[in-house]
Protein backbone atom coordinates (compact mmCIF):
# COMPACT_ATOMS: atom_id res chain seq x y z
CA UNK A 1 0.00 0.00 0.00
CA UNK A 2 1.13 3.82 -0.74
CA UNK A 3 1.28 4.50 3.34
CA UNK A 4 3.65 1.67 3.69
CA UNK A 5 5.64 2.82 1.50
CA UNK A 6 5.99 6.33 2.26
CA UNK A 7 6.14 5.93 5.30
CA UNK A 8 8.95 3.17 5.83
CA UNK A 9 11.33 4.58 7.87
CA UNK A 10 8.53 5.94 10.25
CA UNK A 11 8.90 2.51 12.84
CA UNK A 12 12.69 2.86 13.21
CA UNK A 13 12.12 6.81 13.53
CA UNK A 14 9.72 6.10 16.22
CA UNK A 15 11.61 3.25 17.88
CA UNK A 16 14.14 6.62 18.44
CA UNK A 17 11.62 9.12 19.11
CA UNK A 18 9.78 7.03 21.40
CA UNK A 19 12.84 6.13 23.17
CA UNK A 20 13.98 9.74 23.82
CA UNK A 21 10.45 10.54 25.32
CA UNK A 22 10.91 7.66 27.54
CA UNK A 23 14.69 8.83 28.58
CA UNK A 24 13.14 12.57 29.11
CA UNK A 25 16.57 13.31 27.88
CA UNK A 26 17.28 17.47 28.01
CA UNK A 27 20.51 16.69 26.17
CA UNK A 28 19.41 16.05 23.26
CA UNK A 29 20.07 17.74 20.12
CA UNK A 30 19.66 18.15 16.46
CA UNK A 31 21.78 20.41 14.08
CA UNK A 32 22.23 20.40 10.41
CA UNK A 33 21.37 23.14 7.09
CA UNK A 34 18.93 25.85 8.36
CA UNK A 35 18.15 23.90 12.10
CA UNK A 36 19.00 25.07 14.99
CA UNK A 37 20.04 22.60 17.75
CA UNK A 38 17.51 21.88 20.44
CA UNK A 39 16.86 20.96 23.57
CA UNK A 40 13.73 20.01 24.89
CA UNK A 41 12.11 19.83 28.65
CA UNK A 42 8.74 18.30 29.45
CA UNK A 43 7.84 21.14 31.42
CA UNK A 44 4.18 19.74 32.38
CA UNK A 45 2.62 16.68 31.15
CA UNK A 46 -0.44 14.85 31.50
CA UNK A 47 -2.53 17.36 30.89
CA UNK A 48 -6.33 17.68 29.49
CA UNK A 49 -6.03 19.46 26.51
CA UNK A 50 -3.67 22.56 27.40
CA UNK A 51 -4.49 25.17 25.12
CA UNK A 52 -2.77 28.46 26.20
CA UNK A 53 -0.18 29.61 28.33
CA UNK A 54 1.14 32.93 29.75
CA UNK A 55 4.45 34.26 31.45
CA UNK A 56 5.14 36.68 33.35
CA UNK A 57 9.01 38.29 33.46
CA UNK A 58 10.09 35.16 36.37
CA UNK A 59 8.56 32.45 34.75
CA UNK A 60 5.73 32.34 36.42
CA UNK A 61 3.28 30.25 33.84
CA UNK A 62 -0.75 30.48 33.49
CA UNK A 63 -2.49 27.80 31.43
CA UNK A 64 -5.78 26.93 30.37
CA UNK A 65 -6.90 23.24 30.02
CA UNK A 66 -9.84 23.26 27.38
CA UNK A 67 -12.47 21.34 29.71
CA UNK A 68 -10.94 21.88 33.31
CA UNK A 69 -9.72 25.24 34.10
CA UNK A 70 -7.30 28.13 34.52
CA UNK A 71 -4.21 26.98 36.67
CA UNK A 72 -0.95 28.98 37.47
CA UNK A 73 2.76 26.99 37.83
CA UNK A 74 4.55 28.86 39.67
CA UNK A 75 9.08 29.08 39.46
CA UNK A 76 9.16 26.55 41.81
CA UNK A 77 6.46 24.48 40.13
CA UNK A 78 3.89 24.19 42.10
CA UNK A 79 0.49 24.26 40.76
CA UNK A 80 -1.93 26.45 41.87
CA UNK A 81 -5.79 25.64 40.62
CA UNK A 82 -7.15 28.80 39.95
CA UNK A 83 -10.48 29.26 38.25
CA UNK A 84 -12.79 25.64 37.18
CA UNK A 85 -15.07 25.24 34.14
CA UNK A 86 -17.92 24.50 35.15
CA UNK A 87 -18.37 21.99 38.19
CA UNK A 88 -14.42 20.82 37.56
CA UNK A 89 -12.96 19.69 41.43
CA UNK A 90 -10.06 20.64 42.81
CA UNK A 91 -10.13 24.55 41.20
CA UNK A 92 -10.44 27.85 43.92
CA UNK A 93 -13.19 28.71 42.50
CA UNK A 94 -15.47 27.68 39.25
CA UNK A 95 -17.26 29.46 36.73
CA UNK A 96 -21.01 27.63 36.91
CA UNK A 97 -21.55 28.81 33.56
CA UNK A 98 -18.22 27.54 32.15
CA UNK A 99 -18.59 24.57 29.77
CA UNK A 100 -16.60 22.53 27.05
CA UNK A 101 -18.04 21.11 23.82
CA UNK A 102 -16.06 20.42 20.74
CA UNK A 103 -13.82 22.45 20.12
CA UNK A 104 -14.89 24.55 22.29
CA UNK A 105 -14.21 25.38 25.97
CA UNK A 106 -11.12 26.95 28.34
CA UNK A 107 -8.98 29.15 25.31
CA UNK A 108 -6.67 31.70 25.47
CA UNK A 109 -5.11 33.34 28.49
CA UNK A 110 -2.77 36.51 29.12
CA UNK A 111 -1.19 38.70 31.85
CA UNK A 112 -2.24 42.48 31.91
CA UNK A 113 1.18 44.34 30.72
CA UNK A 114 0.63 46.04 34.12
CA UNK A 115 -0.28 43.17 36.31
CA UNK A 116 2.78 44.20 38.69
CA UNK A 117 0.28 47.28 39.47
CA UNK A 118 -3.20 45.74 38.57
CA UNK A 119 -3.16 42.15 39.30
CA UNK A 120 -5.04 41.38 36.33
CA UNK A 121 -5.47 38.51 34.00
CA UNK A 122 -7.78 37.71 30.76
CA UNK A 123 -9.25 33.90 29.85
CA UNK A 124 -11.25 33.63 26.75
CA UNK A 125 -14.22 30.76 28.06
CA UNK A 126 -17.40 29.52 26.66
CA UNK A 127 -19.97 30.20 28.61
CA UNK A 128 -23.97 29.12 29.15
CA UNK A 129 -24.75 32.52 30.85
CA UNK A 130 -26.43 33.70 27.53
CA UNK A 131 -29.46 31.72 25.30
CA UNK A 132 -27.61 31.42 22.80
CA UNK A 133 -24.56 30.76 24.77
CA UNK A 134 -21.63 33.24 23.75
CA UNK A 135 -17.71 33.17 23.83
CA UNK A 136 -16.40 35.37 27.09
CA UNK A 137 -13.39 37.19 27.50
CA UNK A 138 -12.89 37.47 31.12
CA UNK A 139 -10.94 39.59 33.30
CA UNK A 140 -9.48 38.76 36.53
CA UNK A 141 -7.89 39.80 40.01
CA UNK A 142 -5.37 36.98 40.61
CA UNK A 143 -4.10 37.35 44.81
CA UNK A 144 -0.88 38.23 45.30
CA UNK A 145 -0.05 34.92 46.56
CA UNK A 146 -1.32 33.61 43.25
CA UNK A 147 -3.74 30.92 45.07
CA UNK A 148 -6.89 32.32 43.88
CA UNK A 149 -8.61 34.52 41.47
CA UNK A 150 -11.64 37.14 42.21
CA UNK A 151 -13.48 40.02 40.65
CA UNK A 152 -14.55 38.14 37.47
CA UNK A 153 -15.62 40.75 34.97
CA UNK A 154 -16.41 39.79 31.44
CA UNK A 155 -15.18 42.22 29.70
CA UNK A 156 -16.62 41.08 26.07
CA UNK A 157 -19.62 38.58 26.83
CA UNK A 158 -21.18 38.29 22.80
CA UNK A 159 -18.58 36.44 20.68
CA UNK A 160 -21.11 33.78 19.21
CA UNK A 161 -21.07 30.03 19.95
CA UNK A 162 -22.02 26.87 17.80
CA UNK A 163 -25.50 25.42 19.53
CA UNK A 164 -26.19 23.05 17.21
CA UNK A 165 -24.66 20.00 15.25
CA UNK A 166 -24.51 20.87 11.56
CA UNK A 167 -23.78 18.64 8.46
CA UNK A 168 -20.27 19.66 7.93
CA UNK A 169 -17.12 17.74 8.61
CA UNK A 170 -16.21 18.59 11.85
CA UNK A 171 -19.72 19.20 12.39
CA UNK A 172 -20.80 19.23 16.32
CA UNK A 173 -21.55 21.90 18.59
CA UNK A 174 -18.93 24.34 19.44
CA UNK A 175 -16.74 24.65 16.36
CA UNK A 176 -14.50 27.52 15.55
CA UNK A 177 -13.89 29.83 18.17
CA UNK A 178 -11.05 31.55 17.49
CA UNK A 179 -9.64 31.72 20.91
CA UNK A 180 -6.60 33.65 21.48
CA UNK A 181 -5.83 36.48 23.80
CA UNK A 182 -2.83 38.72 23.21
CA UNK A 183 -1.32 42.40 24.23
CA UNK A 184 0.06 44.04 21.73
CA UNK A 185 2.72 45.92 21.17
CA UNK A 186 0.03 49.46 21.19
CA UNK A 187 -1.04 48.54 24.62
CA UNK A 188 -4.42 46.81 23.30
CA UNK A 189 -5.79 43.82 23.99
CA UNK A 190 -6.61 41.17 20.93
CA UNK A 191 -8.98 38.79 20.77
CA UNK A 192 -9.19 36.34 17.92
CA UNK A 193 -12.62 34.48 16.91
CA UNK A 194 -14.15 32.28 14.60
CA UNK A 195 -17.07 31.37 12.30
CA UNK A 196 -19.20 28.94 14.16
CA UNK A 197 -19.62 27.29 10.72
CA UNK A 198 -22.23 29.71 10.35
CA UNK A 199 -21.74 31.37 6.99
CA UNK A 200 -23.46 34.91 7.93
CA UNK A 201 -20.43 35.42 10.25
CA UNK A 202 -17.14 36.16 8.73
CA UNK A 203 -19.02 39.34 7.27
CA UNK A 204 -21.26 40.33 9.21
CA UNK A 205 -21.01 43.70 10.51
CA UNK A 206 -22.30 43.37 14.23
CA UNK A 207 -21.77 39.42 15.28
CA UNK A 208 -18.11 39.50 16.48
CA UNK A 209 -16.91 36.15 15.14
CA UNK A 210 -14.72 35.50 12.44
CA UNK A 211 -12.84 39.26 13.66
CA UNK A 212 -9.46 40.06 15.34
CA UNK A 213 -11.50 42.15 18.17
CA UNK A 214 -9.26 44.94 19.72
CA UNK A 215 -10.29 46.73 23.00
CA UNK A 216 -8.62 48.13 26.18
CA UNK A 217 -8.81 46.26 29.49
CA UNK A 218 -12.79 46.97 29.98
CA UNK A 219 -13.82 45.77 26.48
CA UNK A 220 -13.88 49.32 25.07
CA UNK A 221 -13.67 49.67 21.16
CA UNK A 222 -9.94 50.79 20.89
CA UNK A 223 -10.12 54.80 19.52
CA UNK A 224 -8.02 53.67 16.52
CA UNK A 225 -10.24 51.00 15.19
CA UNK A 226 -11.10 51.31 11.27
CA UNK A 227 -13.53 48.88 10.35
CA UNK A 228 -15.87 49.84 7.37
CA UNK A 229 -19.40 52.06 8.55
CA UNK A 230 -21.86 49.64 10.40
CA UNK A 231 -19.34 47.64 11.83
CA UNK A 232 -19.14 47.33 15.25
CA UNK A 233 -16.48 49.46 16.47
CA UNK A 234 -14.63 46.87 18.34
CA UNK A 235 -13.80 45.52 15.20
CA UNK A 236 -9.64 45.34 14.17
CA UNK A 237 -10.31 43.22 10.95
CA UNK A 238 -13.02 40.94 9.79
CA UNK A 239 -13.83 38.04 7.40
CA UNK A 240 -11.89 35.92 8.91
CA UNK A 241 -12.41 31.86 9.12
CA UNK A 242 -11.25 30.68 12.81
CA UNK A 243 -8.02 32.68 13.81
CA UNK A 244 -6.25 30.76 16.49
CA UNK A 245 -2.62 32.42 15.71
CA UNK A 246 -1.70 36.07 16.44
CA UNK A 247 1.16 37.57 17.28
CA UNK A 248 3.33 40.85 16.46
CA UNK A 249 6.30 41.63 14.47
CA UNK A 250 9.24 42.76 17.05
CA UNK A 251 10.21 45.36 14.79
CA UNK A 252 7.00 46.95 12.58
CA UNK A 253 4.48 45.79 15.96
CA UNK A 254 2.31 44.96 13.22
CA UNK A 255 -0.06 41.93 14.04
CA UNK A 256 0.00 38.64 12.33
CA UNK A 257 -3.04 36.22 12.26
CA UNK A 258 -1.75 32.35 11.69
CA UNK A 259 -5.40 30.15 10.49
CA UNK A 260 -6.57 27.23 10.08
CA UNK A 261 -7.83 26.83 6.37
CA UNK A 262 -10.76 25.14 5.15
CA UNK A 263 -8.88 21.87 4.23
CA UNK A 264 -6.86 24.46 2.28
CA UNK A 265 -5.15 27.21 2.64
CA UNK A 266 -3.66 28.14 5.67
CA UNK A 267 -2.44 31.24 6.06
CA UNK A 268 -0.64 33.85 7.61
CA UNK A 269 -1.41 37.18 7.18
CA UNK A 270 -0.23 41.01 8.54
CA UNK A 271 -3.31 42.40 9.44
CA UNK A 272 -4.45 45.85 8.33
CA UNK A 273 -6.63 48.22 11.08
CA UNK A 274 -10.48 47.81 9.07
CA UNK A 275 -9.14 45.25 6.60
CA UNK A 276 -11.13 42.08 5.63
CA UNK A 277 -9.73 38.68 5.06
CA UNK A 278 -12.01 37.74 2.48
CA UNK A 279 -13.22 34.78 3.91
CA UNK A 280 -17.42 34.50 3.11
CA UNK A 281 -18.66 31.08 3.15
CA UNK A 282 -22.50 32.24 2.07
CA UNK A 283 -24.18 30.00 -0.35
CA UNK A 284 -25.62 31.24 -3.20
CA UNK A 285 -22.97 34.00 -4.17
CA UNK A 286 -19.43 34.08 -5.60
CA UNK A 287 -20.29 31.01 -8.36
CA UNK A 288 -22.15 28.85 -5.53
CA UNK A 289 -25.30 27.56 -5.40
CA UNK A 290 -26.53 26.10 -2.24
CA UNK A 291 -24.28 24.44 0.82
CA UNK A 292 -25.39 22.65 2.83
CA UNK A 293 -26.89 24.09 5.98
CA UNK A 294 -26.17 27.41 4.42
CA UNK A 295 -22.43 26.76 5.29
CA UNK A 296 -20.12 26.39 2.32
CA UNK A 297 -17.05 26.17 4.19
CA UNK A 298 -16.46 23.06 3.52
CA UNK A 299 -17.78 22.82 0.17
CA UNK A 300 -17.55 21.37 -3.08
CA UNK A 301 -17.72 18.03 -2.51
CA UNK A 302 -17.24 17.99 1.41
CA UNK A 303 -17.35 14.57 2.26
CA UNK A 304 -14.04 13.82 -0.33
CA UNK A 305 -11.42 14.52 -0.80
CA UNK A 306 -10.08 16.21 -3.90
CA UNK A 307 -7.36 18.92 -5.38
CA UNK A 308 -6.87 21.48 -3.15
CA UNK A 309 -6.40 24.16 -5.57
CA UNK A 310 -9.93 22.86 -7.53
CA UNK A 311 -11.14 23.57 -3.88
CA UNK A 312 -9.66 26.82 -3.14
CA UNK A 313 -10.88 28.14 -6.66
CA UNK A 314 -14.43 27.33 -5.89
CA UNK A 315 -14.72 28.13 -1.85
CA UNK A 316 -11.48 30.57 -1.33
CA UNK A 317 -9.64 31.52 1.89
CA UNK A 318 -9.41 35.15 0.88
CA UNK A 319 -12.02 35.83 -2.00
CA UNK A 320 -10.09 38.72 -4.00
CA UNK A 321 -12.89 38.62 -6.75
CA UNK A 322 -15.46 39.65 -4.36
CA UNK A 323 -13.46 41.63 -2.15
CA UNK A 324 -10.46 43.09 -4.42
CA UNK A 325 -9.07 44.96 -1.15
CA UNK A 326 -9.21 41.90 1.15
CA UNK A 327 -5.86 41.85 3.08
CA UNK A 328 -3.48 39.06 1.19
CA UNK A 329 -2.14 36.20 3.14
CA UNK A 330 1.83 35.96 2.80
CA UNK A 331 1.55 32.30 3.44
CA UNK A 332 -0.75 29.42 2.51
CA UNK A 333 0.96 26.43 3.64
CA UNK A 334 1.46 25.39 -0.33
CA UNK A 335 -1.95 25.19 -0.57
CA UNK A 336 -2.62 22.94 2.07
CA UNK A 337 -4.21 22.90 5.55
CA UNK A 338 -2.94 21.15 8.29
CA UNK A 339 -4.46 22.44 11.27
CA UNK A 340 -2.13 26.06 11.47
CA UNK A 341 -3.30 26.85 15.12
CA UNK A 342 -0.60 29.47 17.22
CA UNK A 343 2.18 32.54 16.46
CA UNK A 344 4.90 34.02 18.30
CA UNK A 345 8.01 35.63 17.79
CA UNK A 346 11.24 33.88 18.72
CA UNK A 347 13.75 36.46 20.59
CA UNK A 348 17.04 36.48 21.35
CA UNK A 349 20.38 35.76 20.45
CA UNK A 350 20.52 32.29 21.36
CA UNK A 351 18.42 31.43 18.54
CA UNK A 352 20.83 32.53 16.24
CA UNK A 353 19.39 33.09 12.29
CA UNK A 354 16.23 32.50 13.55
CA UNK A 355 16.53 35.48 16.30
CA UNK A 356 13.01 37.59 15.55
CA UNK A 357 11.55 35.03 13.13
CA UNK A 358 8.11 34.29 13.12
CA UNK A 359 6.93 30.65 14.79
CA UNK A 360 3.97 28.52 13.87
CA UNK A 361 2.69 25.81 15.84
CA UNK A 362 0.45 23.45 13.12
CA UNK A 363 -1.45 20.37 14.48
CA UNK A 364 -2.00 18.69 11.64
CA UNK A 365 -5.05 16.83 9.96
CA UNK A 366 -4.23 13.79 7.35
CA UNK A 367 -7.76 14.11 5.29
CA UNK A 368 -7.86 13.16 1.52
CA UNK A 369 -4.47 13.04 0.80
CA UNK A 370 -3.19 15.68 2.81
CA UNK A 371 -0.26 15.07 4.80
CA UNK A 372 -0.63 15.55 8.50
CA UNK A 373 2.00 18.21 8.83
CA UNK A 374 2.29 18.38 12.28
CA UNK A 375 5.16 21.02 13.15
CA UNK A 376 6.57 24.03 14.07
CA UNK A 377 7.29 26.00 11.13
CA UNK A 378 10.50 28.93 11.50
CA UNK A 379 8.51 31.88 9.10
CA UNK A 380 11.67 34.52 8.23
CA UNK A 381 10.54 37.76 6.90
CA UNK A 382 12.39 39.60 4.26
CA UNK A 383 13.95 42.74 4.99
CA UNK A 384 11.21 45.08 4.85
CA UNK A 385 9.20 42.96 6.64
CA UNK A 386 6.14 42.67 4.94
CA UNK A 387 6.74 38.97 2.86
CA UNK A 388 7.45 35.76 3.61
CA UNK A 389 11.04 34.64 2.52
CA UNK A 390 11.93 31.41 3.63
CA UNK A 391 10.08 28.91 5.62
CA UNK A 392 11.65 26.11 7.78
CA UNK A 393 10.57 23.24 9.26
CA UNK A 394 12.28 23.34 13.26
CA UNK A 395 13.63 19.93 13.70
CA UNK A 396 12.49 18.90 16.99
CA UNK A 397 14.10 16.88 19.58
CA UNK A 398 11.10 14.97 20.52
CA UNK A 399 8.10 13.28 19.15
CA UNK A 400 5.43 15.59 17.41
CA UNK A 401 1.88 16.31 18.24
CA UNK A 402 -1.09 19.08 17.72
CA UNK A 403 0.76 22.04 18.36
CA UNK A 404 -2.09 24.09 19.82
CA UNK A 405 -0.07 26.59 21.66
CA UNK A 406 3.89 28.58 20.64
CA UNK A 407 4.62 31.17 23.55
CA UNK A 408 7.92 32.56 23.96
CA UNK A 409 9.02 32.20 27.54
CA UNK A 410 10.55 35.09 29.93
CA UNK A 411 14.12 32.72 29.52
CA UNK A 412 14.67 33.09 25.69
CA UNK A 413 13.08 29.19 25.62
CA UNK A 414 9.82 28.57 23.04
CA UNK A 415 6.95 27.29 25.24
CA UNK A 416 4.85 24.84 22.85
CA UNK A 417 1.56 23.04 24.26
CA UNK A 418 0.00 19.77 22.46
CA UNK A 419 -3.24 18.86 22.43
CA UNK A 420 -1.96 15.45 23.65
CA UNK A 421 -1.78 17.16 27.19
CA UNK A 422 2.08 18.03 27.36
CA UNK A 423 3.62 21.71 27.50
CA UNK A 424 7.29 21.39 26.06
CA UNK A 425 10.05 24.21 26.44
CA UNK A 426 12.14 24.33 23.68
CA UNK A 427 15.84 25.61 23.75
CA UNK A 428 18.27 26.56 21.61
CA UNK A 429 21.71 24.73 21.67
CA UNK A 430 23.30 21.53 21.95
CA UNK B 1 -7.23 -14.37 25.07
CA UNK B 2 -6.72 -10.45 24.77
CA UNK B 3 -4.48 -10.68 27.81
CA UNK B 4 -2.33 -13.32 26.20
CA UNK B 5 -2.31 -10.82 22.87
CA UNK B 6 -1.32 -8.09 25.05
CA UNK B 7 1.57 -9.41 26.34
CA UNK B 8 2.72 -11.04 22.92
CA UNK B 9 2.19 -7.32 21.40
CA UNK B 10 4.71 -5.52 23.76
CA UNK B 11 7.22 -8.22 23.20
CA UNK B 12 7.24 -7.58 19.59
CA UNK B 13 7.22 -3.99 19.99
CA UNK B 14 10.24 -3.72 21.90
CA UNK B 15 12.10 -5.74 19.78
CA UNK B 16 10.82 -4.43 16.51
CA UNK B 17 9.78 -7.55 14.97
CA UNK B 18 7.99 -7.03 11.83
CA UNK B 19 5.05 -9.96 12.45
CA UNK B 20 3.95 -9.54 15.85
CA UNK B 21 3.09 -13.15 17.09
CA UNK B 22 -0.64 -13.99 16.76
CA UNK B 23 -2.76 -14.74 19.29
CA UNK B 24 -4.38 -17.50 17.28
CA UNK B 25 -0.81 -19.23 18.19
CA UNK B 26 -2.08 -18.72 22.03
CA UNK B 27 -3.04 -22.13 22.17
CA UNK B 28 -5.39 -21.45 25.63
CA UNK B 29 -7.11 -18.76 23.27
CA UNK B 30 -10.92 -19.33 23.45
CA UNK B 31 -13.35 -18.89 20.74
CA UNK B 32 -13.89 -14.76 20.65
CA UNK B 33 -15.96 -12.85 18.24
CA UNK B 34 -12.68 -11.59 16.47
CA UNK B 35 -11.31 -13.97 13.82
CA UNK B 36 -8.25 -15.71 14.10
CA UNK B 37 -5.75 -13.40 12.97
CA UNK B 38 -2.18 -13.04 12.55
CA UNK B 39 -1.39 -9.21 13.31
CA UNK B 40 0.91 -6.98 11.45
CA UNK B 41 1.66 -4.42 14.23
CA UNK B 42 4.40 -2.53 11.58
CA UNK B 43 1.93 -2.38 9.33
CA UNK B 44 -0.97 -0.87 12.11
CA UNK B 45 1.56 1.60 13.25
CA UNK B 46 1.81 2.83 9.73
CA UNK B 47 -2.20 3.35 9.05
CA UNK B 48 -1.85 4.90 12.93
CA UNK B 49 1.05 7.32 12.10
CA UNK B 50 -0.64 8.11 8.92
CA UNK B 51 -4.20 8.18 9.70
CA UNK B 52 -4.91 8.48 13.25
CA UNK B 53 -2.70 10.11 15.46
CA UNK B 54 -2.97 13.53 13.47
CA UNK B 55 -6.84 13.69 15.41
CA UNK B 56 -6.50 11.22 18.53
CA UNK B 57 -3.34 12.44 19.34
CA UNK B 58 0.16 10.44 19.28
CA UNK B 59 -0.98 7.67 21.77
CA UNK B 60 -4.64 7.64 20.98
CA UNK B 61 -5.61 9.25 24.09
CA UNK B 62 -7.99 11.30 23.16
CA UNK B 63 -7.07 15.32 21.75
CA UNK B 64 -9.18 18.59 21.12
CA UNK B 65 -12.49 17.07 20.34
CA UNK B 66 -11.68 13.93 19.63
CA UNK B 67 -12.11 10.94 21.30
CA UNK B 68 -9.58 8.63 23.25
CA UNK B 69 -9.75 5.76 21.64
CA UNK B 70 -6.69 3.61 23.11
CA UNK B 71 -9.32 2.30 25.51
CA UNK B 72 -11.43 0.58 23.13
CA UNK B 73 -12.23 -3.21 22.62
CA UNK B 74 -10.64 -4.29 19.45
CA UNK B 75 -13.74 -6.13 18.72
CA UNK B 76 -15.58 -3.09 19.11
CA UNK B 77 -13.02 -0.70 17.37
CA UNK B 78 -13.49 -3.14 14.45
CA UNK B 79 -17.31 -2.78 14.65
CA UNK B 80 -16.90 1.05 14.18
CA UNK B 81 -14.77 0.61 11.68
CA UNK B 82 -16.42 -1.51 9.58
CA UNK B 83 -19.19 0.68 10.03
CA UNK B 84 -17.53 3.73 9.06
CA UNK B 85 -15.87 1.56 6.20
CA UNK B 86 -19.99 1.23 4.72
CA UNK B 87 -20.65 4.62 4.70
CA UNK B 88 -22.59 4.71 7.92
CA UNK B 89 -22.39 7.90 10.04
CA UNK B 90 -22.70 8.45 13.92
CA UNK B 91 -21.19 10.82 15.83
CA UNK B 92 -20.14 14.36 14.35
CA UNK B 93 -16.73 13.37 12.67
CA UNK B 94 -18.41 10.48 10.66
CA UNK B 95 -17.52 12.16 7.31
CA UNK B 96 -14.01 12.43 8.72
CA UNK B 97 -13.97 8.99 9.65
CA UNK B 98 -16.13 7.53 6.62
CA UNK B 99 -12.74 8.87 4.73
CA UNK B 100 -10.20 7.23 6.94
CA UNK B 101 -12.19 3.45 7.16
CA UNK B 102 -12.94 3.51 4.22
CA UNK B 103 -9.48 2.87 2.38
CA UNK B 104 -8.92 0.10 4.86
CA UNK B 105 -9.21 -3.79 4.35
CA UNK B 106 -10.29 -6.11 6.67
CA UNK B 107 -6.67 -7.32 7.87
CA UNK B 108 -6.18 -3.57 8.42
CA UNK B 109 -9.03 -3.13 10.44
CA UNK B 110 -8.40 -6.15 12.47
CA UNK B 111 -4.55 -5.34 12.36
CA UNK B 112 -5.40 -1.30 13.81
CA UNK B 113 -8.10 -2.27 16.01
CA UNK B 114 -5.57 -4.37 17.90
CA UNK B 115 -2.67 -2.01 17.97
CA UNK B 116 -4.63 0.88 19.34
CA UNK B 117 -5.90 -1.09 22.30
CA UNK B 118 -2.45 -2.35 23.14
CA UNK B 119 0.24 -0.45 21.94
CA UNK B 120 0.11 2.51 24.32
CA UNK B 121 0.56 3.43 28.28
CA UNK B 122 -2.66 4.20 29.59
Not at chain 1, 118 to 124: A, D, F, G, K
Not at chain 1, 371 to 381: A, H, L, T
Request: overall charge negative.
Amino acid sequence: MNWNKSHSRLPLVGCLLAGTAILSSPVLAQSGMNTTSLQHEVVLDDLENPWDMAFLDDGTMLFTEKCKGLSIRMPDGAINALYGVGETEGYGSNGADLFCEGQAGMMGVAFDPEFANNRRIYVYSTSNMSDPHTNRLMRFTLAEDFTSVADRTDIVDDVPYKMAASDHPFGGPGAHNGGRVRFGPDGALYLTTGDNHNGEVPQSPTMMGSKVIRIDTDGNAHPENAPPEGFDKRTYTYGHRNVQGIAFHPKTGAAITAEHGPWHSDEITILRNGGNAGWDPRPNMAGRGDCPDNYCGYSPNQEEGMNRYERAAYMPMTDFDTYPDAMPPIWNNNGWSQGTSSAAFLEGEQWGDWNGAMVVGIMGIGFGGTPIGQRIDVIQFNDENTDVEDVTEMTLPMEPGRFRSVVMGPDGSLYTAIDEGTIYKLTPGS
Amino acid sequence: MIRNFVLSASLVLCSSAVWAGSYADASDAPDTAMPAHEVDIEAAKKIFQKSCRGCHGNKAQGAASYPKINDLEPEYMADKLERYRAGEKFGPNSILMIQQAKKLSDEDIANLSVYVATAFDK
